[in-house]
């Protein structure tokens, strides 16, 4: 069952990622690969929040929820793979400054969300 739950979280997850990247990359239209950076940043903050709950929470349930939230719409949403690939083709163009603003930037973006995500969690948990 578990990877059922997983399999499709990873499917809305995936579907969810390239709707939104390819959303912010045409409207943008800029060169920089803002739609990857925007998914990789919101999935950091997404998973922050949802690994800083208890497993017993009311807001995440069951185990299987987790399963199907954090290994699996997670999972499928963020975008690491498309980053490094991204990263790399900017490098292999000749576009140094660009492809490290880009590592510099998702790294310590996604830190940031994770952080920002993990103390929401902590302030709603609190505020119960």
């Known amino acids: 069952m578990h990877y059922l739950l997983i399999a499709f979280g990873g499917a809305l997850g995936s579907v969810a990622r390239y709707w939104l990247s390819t959303v912010v990359d045409q409207r943008l239209n800029s060169g920089f690969p803002w739609g990857t950076l925007g998914v990789n940043v919101t999935g950091c ?63 310590l973006l996604c830190l940031g969300g994770v952080w920002l995500g993990h103390a929401g969690a902590g302030w709603l948990q609190a505020a119960r």
């Open 45 to 107: 903050l997404l998973i922050g929040v949802l690994a800083s709950l208890d497993a017993g929470d009311r807001l995440i349930g069951s185990t299987q929820t987790r399963f199907f939230l954090m290994t699996g719409l997670c999972g499928g949403y963020t975008t690491f793979s498309s980053f490094s690939l991204q990263t790399l083709s900017l490098l292999k163009e000749g576009n140094w400054p660009l492809g490290l603003a880009y590592v510099l930037g998702s790294v």
